[in-house]
């Protein structure tokens, strides 16, 4: 079952955009239930499935915490490369909305994985306050391959300058397209805001379309 939400424009779709250095190759999440699968041009949802809420969507599953919601309809990047959609607590809390933003990639645009990483981390380096604090290879289930960014940085809030932890996860997905998914917390309190989501993360692909 598919949840409608109040849409409210949330501060997660104003981060730096990654659209223009996503696309791949990839496999899996075959036990994952058929409710929370989907194909890579599938929009994303909220599905209720096992008493916990999930997004859906573009070859992944991830469950949400209790409260989170989405900030508005799902959109094309600027450059029409990526799919781009976030979630998180309501966009007036503070000090911040933690919540998750989700590039997904079409096939056949933007970089190769394997230079995701590096362009990754050259363009976190731009943003205010930035500062590096994890950099891997790291395995998420159903996908080809994975990398991991992690960051404190700047962000600017209804006008006010807020400090953010944020984990950049790269994936290299089976239907042949990059995605990055943004995991953005109070600096400190990532395990304690994100991690539960970040661990049931899976890719989900439906059978890749022509």
């Known amino acids: 079952m598919t949840y409608g939400r109040s849409r409210a424009t949330g501060p997660l779709l104003a981060l730096v955009p990654m659209a223009a250095l996503l696309a791949a190759c990839g496999g899996g999440g075959s036990d994952v239930d058929e409710s929370l699968r989907s194909a890579r041009t599938t929009p994303f949802s909220i599905v209720e499935h096992e008493g916990g809420e999930h997004v859906v969507g573009h070859g992944i599953t991830m469950e949400i915490p209790e ?9 094309d990047s600027t450059d029409g490369t990526t799919y781009e959609w976030a979630v998180g607590l309501p966009a007036d809390t503070e000090p911040l909305p933690s919540g998750v933003q989700f590039s ?48 404190e940085r700047d962000l600017t809030l209804n006008g006010e300058t807020v400090k953010v932890e944020q984990v950049q996860l790269m994936l290299d997905m089976p239907g042949g397209q990059n995605s990055v998914i943004r ?5 400190g309190k990532w395990e304690e805001q994100m991690g539960s989501a970040y661990e049931s993360l899976v890719v989900a692909e439906e059978d890749a379309e022509a």
């Open 67 to 75: 409260g989170w919601t989405d900030y508005g309809p799902e959109q």
């Open 183 to 187: 995991f953005i917390a109070e600096p």
């Open 104 to 151: 997904m990639g079409k096939k056949g645009e933007g970089a190769p994985f394997e230079n995701l990483p590096e362009a990754t981390r050259e363009l976190a380096e731009l943003a205010p306050g930035y500062e590096l604090l994890e950099e891997k290879k790291t395995d998420v289930p159903g996908a080809e391959a994975a990398a991991m960014l992690r960051v």
